[in-house]
Structure formats: structure tokens, C-alpha cells
């Protein structure tokens, strides 16, 4: 097989994933994020806290337990959000898309399972 027809079938592969139920659910629910202003800032308000909860953590400091609960609480309510809870839905959905297109690319590159096909069901063509 040459590298012309190696490409071609990364880019079939890749129209097959855009064409996807697990893409077009992941967009609608950023598009509901988007749309949603307090599902928005919770996202945003949260991201903030976690990259200084570890920029400091991985300055050596320590958190202080108001910093800790500010955390938690945004956690709890990111998690009690519907629109919220579809993204995350819609992402561990895609992500496992992913995961099972590179696990099933490393097992054809390593020539099968080498444990047998219980660990990938059959789905590697060995």
C-alpha cells in the first residue's frame, strides 16, 4: 500500500468520525453550552479556579481549605447542571470514539491482540 492510499483512507477516516453520531451530539451540546449564560460562566468560573488551584500546587504551595471547598462547590454545581452534564455526556462519548479508533489502530500495527480477541471482542480482525 502506498503512502498516497495510506493518507486517503486517514482522511475517510476522518470524514467518518466528523460524520459521527458521537460529533454531532458533542457539537449540539457545546452549541447548548454556548447558548446557556450560567452554564457558561459555571464552565468558565471553574476552569479559572482549577488552572490556579494548579499553578499553585505546582508552585510547592499548598491550597487553602477555602480554595479547596471554592473548588468543590464549583465541581458540585458543574455537576448538577443539565446542559453542563451533556457536554461532559457528549465528550466521554466522543473520547471513547477515539480511544477504540486508536486501540484498533495499534492492534492492526502490532498484528492483533496479542492477549487474544477477549480483550478487544473480536473487533480486531485477528
Do not use: P, W
Not at 32 to 40: E, L, P, T
Not at 56 to 67: A, P, T
Not at 81 to 99: C, H, P, R, T, Y
Request: negative net charge.
Amino acid at each position: 500500500m502506498t503512502t498516497d492510499e495510506i493518507i486517503k483512507m486517514a482522511f475517510e477516516l476522518g470524514n467518518a468520525v466528523a460524520d459521527s453520531a458521537e460529533i454531532a451530539q458533542l457539537k449540539t451540546a457545546q452549541q447548548n453550552v454556548s447558548a446557556d449564560q450560567k452554564a457558561y460562566e459555571l464552565i468558565m468560573n471553574y476552569q479559572d479556579a482549577k488552572t490556579k488551584s494548579e499553578n499553585k500546587l505546582r508552585d510547592g504551595l499548598q491550597l487553602s481549605k477555602i480554595e479547596e471547598d471554592h473548588l468543590n462547590i464549583l465541581e458540585q454545581q458543574l455537576n448538577s447542571n443539565i446542559v453542563v452534564k451533556d457536554l461532559i455526556g457528549a465528550q466521554e462519548k466522543f473520547d471513547s470514539l477515539m480511544q477504540a479508533i486508536y486501540f484498533a489502530m495499534n492492534q492492526a500495527l502490532s498484528g492483533g491482540c496479542s492477549s487474544g480477541c477477549d480483550s478487544c471482542g473480536g473487533s480486531c480482525g485477528a
